[in-house]
């Protein structure tokens, strides 16, 4: 089953708009990652963060976490048409050995 | 390094027939997991290997699904009898250090069954 959910399913923008997409999920966690998807492909990973971080940066990317919520932030800055794209959250849960669980994903559409 | 590499690409197939999905994963990885993709469900794992050896193949959904791993750079997902509801897009990721950690995904098998 899923334990992460983003919201919203669906985003569309201005190129230059700033995107936000959250994640909730059910469980405590060791760390938190965000992956990218584009059409037809494979997904790369973007970023972690760890359940000790609070917010982490790469380039344009910032992500924010909140453990006493279960909840994450992506934030992309400044967005281009290129980065449309469907954006999905990972969590590895504390609960021993197990892999990480993905949510079903933010479809983000920049519009030039 | 030239990432995870899964074949075929793209396989259309007719009702009843073994589907025979390959992965090679990214040398030096000591994990490897099979998912499948569809609107309706998401990203579903299916099983995972460590080491070569199956670790948890609670996500495979029937009999007519299996997968093995006979060496560090060679693991198969086959499916036999397929059936239209099989109809995803199957992706083979590896990682290393630790089953939680970043995962590097192919770009997938993508499968019709008519």
């Known amino acids: 089953s899923q334990q992460g959910e983003e919201d919203p399913q669906a985003l569309s923008i201005q190129e230059g708009e700033n995107a936000t997409m959250n994640c909730s999920y059910k469980?405590?966690?060791?760390?938190l990652q965000w992956y990218r998807q584009n059409s037809g492909r494979g997904l790369v990973h973007l970023i972690l963060?760890?359940?000790?971080?609070r917010e982490k940066h790469s380039g344009r990317l910032r992500v924010t976490l909140d453990t006493s919520k279960k909840s994450s932030s992506l934030l992309i800055t400044a967005s281009r048409a290129a980065d449309t794209a469907s954006y999905f959250c990972?969590?590895?849960?504390?609960?021993?050995?197990?892999?990480?669980?993905f949510g079903k994903g933010t479809r983000l559409s920049v519009i030039a | 390094d030239a990432g995870v590499i899964q074949s075929p690409r793209h396989e259309v197939t007719e009702m009843g027939q073994e589907v025979t999905l390959r992965c090679k994963p990214i040398?030096?990885?000591?994990?490897l997991f099979w998912y499948r993709q569809t609107m309706m469900r998401g990203l579903e794992l299916l099983i995972y290997?460590?080491?070569?050896?199956?670790?948890?193949d609670s996500g495979m959904p029937e009999d007519r699904f299996s997968a093995k791993m006979p060496n560090a750079s060679f693991s198969t997902l086959k499916i036999q009898p397929s059936e239209p509801r099989d109809s995803a897009v199957y992706f083979c990721?590896?990682?290393?250090?630790?089953?939680?950690?970043?995962?590097?995904f192919g770009e997938g098998s993508w499968l019709t069954v008519v």
């Open positions: 290997f460590n080491n070569n050896v199956p670790i948890d």
């Open positions: 040398s030096g990885h000591d994990y």
């Open positions: 469980t405590s966690i060791n760390n």
């Open positions: 963060i760890r359940s000790n971080e």
């Open positions: 990972a969590t590895e849960p504390n609960s021993g050995n197990t892999p990480l669980v």
């Open positions: 990721a590896s990682s290393s250090r630790g089953v939680g950690n970043t995962i590097y």
